[in-house]
């Protein structure tokens, strides 16, 4: 899968550009804190799915650790910043 990410003040934007669910976005409201210098752990409610994402952002190692949760699934994945 491949994601275009933005991060805003108040929004997270993302746009899904490969994969199974290619062509899917959305704009949500989201919680984040910086967990250690350089590592920043973000996390919203995508209600059109009923889904909870949960990213570590590293910063410093230029990777993003992911995990969602929904209808009783759980999945991680990791991915590169670009």
Known sequence: MKVH?????DTVTWDILDGPNKGESGTNDYLAREIAEGIHLVQWYEPEIK???TLVINDIA???????AYDGERAFDTAIIH
Do not use: H, N
């Open 5 to 9: 990410l933005e991060i805003a003040e």
């Open 51 to 53: 889904a909870t994402i």
């Open 62 to 68: 230029g990777s993003i650790s992911s995990s969602e």
